[in-house]
C-alpha cells in the first residue's frame, strides 16, 4: 500500500467539487474505522485529490455522494473493498530505494543466515505494503541476481500483502509502464522482462517466486498468518496511522519476525515514540531495525 503523493486528476465537471470541511471530517472518521488510517487536517488536500479520482471512477458527482457510498448500511462488503482501493495509489516502482537494496544484498542477509541455527539455510521475506508489486519483485530479482550465486543452497520465499484488492490484481498481473522500471538497470530489464503490447512483463521465473494476500497490518486477526518472518518491508505507511494504531502495526510486526530478523520502514518514518522492542541498526545511507 503505497499512499498518494497529492497529485491527480479530478472529475471532468464544468466545475470540479469541491470536499468541504464537515465532508472531508465525516470521510476521515469513515477510513479510521475501517483501516486505522487517520487523514490529519493538514493532509486534507491529500485526501481530496486521492477522492477526485474515486469520483471520476465510480461516476459520482460529488464528495458526499461518496460518502453516502461509503457509510451506506445496504453495501457494508462494497463499502470496505471500496475504502482498502481509495487509500492505495499504483505509484510505485522496481529499485525505488537504491540505498536498501545494497545494504540488504551485501549486509542484512548474510547477517540474518549467518545466525541461522541448525544450517537452516531458509529465508523468509514479506513485503507488507506491496502496493502494486514492484518491491516485492524487486525484492526476488535481487534473490536471483546477487544471492543466490552467494549462498549455494539456500531457499527462499517471498510473501506481499496489501490493503487493495485493485492493487494486487495489477500485482499478479506482473505488467508496468515504462516508468516503473526507471531505476533497473537495462541489463536488468532484458534479463527479467518482457515487452509486450506496449508494457513490461515480470517473467514467469520471477512472478512464480512471490505469493499475494489482502491484508491490513493493523488487523491482529489477519496478521496472526504471518509468522517466522526473517526480513520485512513496510514503507511509506506508518505515517498514516495515529499514535495507537501505529504502535498496533508495529508490535503485529514485531511478533511477526524471527529472532535477529530486520524491519526496514521508509526513510521519512521512525518508530520514534514507539516502545524500544527493535534495535535501531545504521547501515551506510540506509536504517533498519532488528528484532534481538
Given at each position: 500500500m503505497k499512499f498518494p503523493s497529492g497529485s491527480g486528476t479530478t472529475p471532468n465537471t464544468s466545475k470540479s467539487p469541491t470536499l468541504s470541511q464537515l465532508t472531508f471530517q465525516n470521510i476521515r472518521e469513515a477510513i479510521y474505522r475501517q483501516t486505522g488510517i487517520y487523514y490529519t487536517d493538514n493532509k486534507k488536500n491529500q485526501l481530496e485529490q486521492t477522492i477526485a479520482k474515486r469520483l471520476l471512477r465510480l461516476n459520482l458527482a460529488s464528495f458526499?455522494?461518496?460518502?453516502?457510498?461509503?457509510?451506506?448500511?445496504a453495501q457494508k462488503s462494497l463499502k470496505s473493498k471500496e475504502i482498502f482501493n481509495a487509500m492505495a495509489v499504483q505509484d510505485s516502482s522496481?529499485?525505488?530505494?537504491?540505498?536498501?537494496?545494497?545494504?540488504?544484498?551485501?549486509?542484512?542477509?548474510?547477517?540474518?543466515?549467518?545466525?541461522?541455527q541448525n544450517n537452516n539455510l531458509k529465508l523468509k521475506i514479506w513485503s507488507a505494503a506491496t502496493s502494486t508489486g514492484?518491491?516485492?519483485?524487486?525484492?526476488?530479482?535481487?534473490?536471483?541476481?546477487?544471492?543466490?550465486p552467494k549462498f549455494?543452497?539456500?531457499?527462499?520465499?517471498?510473501?506481499?500483502?496489501?490493503?487493495?484488492?485493485?492493487?494486487?490484481?495489477?500485482?499478479?498481473?506482473?505488467?508496468?509502464?515504462?516508468?516503473?522500471?526507471s531505476n533497473l538497470p537495462q541489463i536488468l530489464i532484458q534479463k527479467y522482462f518482457s515487452l509486450k503490447d506496449g508494457k513490461y512483463e515480470i517473467n514467469d521465473d520471477v512472478?512464480?517466486?512471490?505469493?499475494?494476500?489482502?491484508?491490513?497490518?493493523i488487523d491482529a486477526e489477519e496478521?496472526?498468518?504471518?509468522?517466522?518472518?526473517?526480513?520485512?518491508?513496510?514503507?511509506?505507511?506508518?505515517?498514516?496511522?495515529d499514535p495507537p494504531g501505529k504502535q498496533k502495526v508495529i508490535a503485529h510486526l514485531y511478533e511477526s519476525l524471527n529472532r535477529n530478523g530486520y524491519l526496514f520502514i521508509g526513510y521519512s518514518e521512525s518508530l520514534h515514540g514507539v516502545p524500544k522492542a527493535f534495535k535501531l541498526v545504521h547501515l551506510p545511507k540506509a536504517m533498519a531495525y532488528k528484532k534481538e
Open positions: 458526499e455522494k461518496y460518502l453516502e457510498l461509503i457509510e451506506s448500511p522496481f529499485f525505488s530505494s537504491q540505498e536498501q537494496i545494497t545494504v540488504v544484498k551485501d549486509i542484512v542477509i548474510p547477517d540474518i543466515l549467518k545466525k541461522k514492484e518491491e516485492a519483485y524487486s525484492l526476488a530479482i535481487v534473490m536471483l541476481e546477487y544471492v543466490l549455494s543452497g539456500l531457499a527462499f520465499e517471498i510473501i506481499a500483502s496489501d490493503i487493495s484488492q485493485e492493487s494486487l490484481e495489477v500485482a499478479r498481473a506482473g505488467r508496468y509502464e515504462q516508468r516503473s522500471l512472478k512464480k517466486l512471490v505469493s499475494f494476500s489482502t491484508v491490513n497490518v496478521m496472526k498468518s504471518f509468522k517466522d518472518i526473517d526480513l520485512a518491508f513496510c514503507t511509506n505507511v506508518l505515517m498514516f496511522f
